[in-house]
């Protein structure tokens, strides 16, 4: 393990030159991914603040010797004021897909100009709240299936290697040295030149599977039973046509077949938004099937099983 001092070292000392907002379960994966690759990172601050550093832990069930032994180490936290900002030529917004605007936001006025701004989240929506915003700056969209267990504030544990894809949405284009470091940092990840695409196909998975495991309270699993197809196939069905009138062809067969893999290769766990729901936590809903009904609405079009589910799951939340 490399030592606090090194690693101090390394970094110089100074302001990294990338910056994660959000320090969640998977901010503080990607924020793991990048140190371990060497590359300078730190968390930036919600509030102004002076430069501190932060201590973290990190360990794996996923490897090919899991250990529960925790990796340690520390990065910066970065204060909020634009002399600490400056060199910043990235920023990775790790937060819920409805923090995203009120997360940023704050920051548009003393973030360079040509920082590259790159969401990771799940569902779709913010970019196109962000993108009139940008005053120029670039922006990338990325979607990730690594899986990750938040043990305490400061403390993950990595359970699954799932598939990061990132890519290009507006705006001047990432540095082609930032994104080949993203890429080789973060394991089975890529770059690929039609983000839009995979993100409706993983808005997919997480439409079908995320409202019917909350609101039938039951693991992935169960929906591969005969009395769920008919309402995966609407979904898929609605999602499929909506997407088409954005622009975006994607494959009905292909799109079904993913959603019973996924449901097949994680039968046994919950969905973010069953444990969302149990844990009577704000979802992302209205990033998910709801965003499906909104695009609908603007094609002056009707989705009416995901409008279903995306109100029960409203009803849910309304009773916490």
Request: proline share 4%; charged share 15%.
């Amino acid at each position: 393990m490399q030592s606090h001092r090194e690693h101090d070292s390394q970094l110089g000392l100074g302001s990294p030159d990338i910056a994660i907002l959000g320090a969640g379960a998977v901010g503080q994966l990607i924020c793991h991914q990048l140190w371990a690759s060497g590359i300078s990172v730190g968390f930036l601050a919600r509030e102004p603040s002076t430069h501190l550093w932060q201590t973290l832990s990190f360990s794996t069930t996923c490897s090919a010797s899991p250990s529960t032994l925790a990796e340690q180490y520390r990065v910066p936290i970065i204060a909020t004021d634009s002399d600490s900002l400056a060199k910043l030529r990235l920023l990775i917004v790790c937060v819920k897909a409805y923090q995203v605007m009120e997360a940023v936001t704050p920051f548009l006025e003393t973030l360079p100009k040509d920082c590259h701004i790159l969401l990771l989240h799940n569902g779709m929506g913010p970019h196109l709240a962000l993108e009139p915003l940008l005053d120029g700056r670039g922006l990338s969209l990325g979607t990730t299936s690594q899986g990750v267990l938040r043990q305490s504030t400061w403390q993950i544990t990595q359970t699954g290697q799932g598939l990061t894809q990132l890519g290009h949405f507006t705006g001047p284009e990432l540095e082609i040295g930032l994104s080949k470091a993203l890429i080789a940092a973060i394991p089975n990840s890529e770059w690929v030149e039609a983000i839009i695409p995979c993100l409706w196909q993983k808005l997919a998975v997480n439409a079908a599977i995320n409202p019917l495991t909350a609101i039938n309270q039951c693991t992935n699993g169960k929906l591969a039973e005969a009395q769920f197809s008919a309402m995966i196939t609407d979904i898929l069905d609605e999602l499929h046509w909506v997407a088409e009138h954005d622009g975006i062809l994607l494959d009905k067969s292909y799109l079904q077949q993913r959603v019973y893999q996924v449901i097949q290769l994680t039968a046994e766990n919950f969905s973010s938004m069953h444990q969302d729901v149990a844990h009577k936590r704000r979802t992302e809903i209205d990033q998910i099937n709801g965003y499906i009904c909104e695009r609908a609405r603007v094609h002056n079009l009707s989705a009416p099983t995901n409008e279903k589910v995306w109100q029960q799951i409203k009803q849910l939340e309304a009773k916490y």
